[in-house]
């Protein structure tokens, strides 16, 4: 069974005490929460959200890292760096990168390939956008943008990544895929892994939806078979919203 995850995108929201403020309101909430729940904070922030979250089985993740090693790349952040601070994950790949920072299939690859060797999990962000989804485009813009992506990457890697399927037209927009085309897209993803690797890898990797997720909509959404989580933006900067939708993806009961 692929394990699942709750991941929370800060995007470049929140000082340094902000974080700290949040993690204190959060981590009781989501003591029960039996998925994985990931921060992604500003790197600044890192240092403090680890300290902040020791123990409490929460992964602190970098919102993105350099593809390359060390070296003369002013103002950059690399995976050996993210790894040092005490992050165990970074979102790779997310669409607002693509567009405003020209990241490319090939340096998204780049950067996988680092985050694994420092031992970090990533999270890949892929999605068609607008113009895809209007010209039936989604199917060859996901294959190229996951074939791109995993390209050099051996299977038995791919329990370190978790699969973030974002549609861009759904991203920050309020409007969110209808489960039928979360689940279609779902399929369809399994397939692309498959044909590159196998069907034992592509059952067992980790997919989650991305795309103006929030509290109301997820009760819903977690109904999927086949979902293994989600990547919130706009929601998880409030932690009794991003709580409640960490609760959806499972929580333990109390024992009476
Ligand atoms: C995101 O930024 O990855 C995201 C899904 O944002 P939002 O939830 O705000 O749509």
Redesign the pocket.
Known sequence: MPKKYV?A?F?MNKVDKDVKFYIEQLLPKVKDVTSQVVLAVPSVSIKTAVKETKGSGVVIASQNINENGFGAFTGEINAEMVSNVGAGAV?IG???RRSYFNETDASINKKIQKALKAGLMCVF?FGESVYDKKNNLTESALTTQITGALNNIYGNELGHIVF?Y?PVW?????V?ATNAVIEKTLKLIRKIICNLYDEKVANEVSIVY?????ESNIKDIAKIANLNG???????LDPVKFSAISEAFGKTVPKK
């Open positions: 991941i995108n995007k979102i997310h669409s607002e962000c973030a974002e759904a991203i920050g927009t309020g969110v991305g795309g103006s997720v929030n989600v990547l919130v933006g706009g929601a998880s």
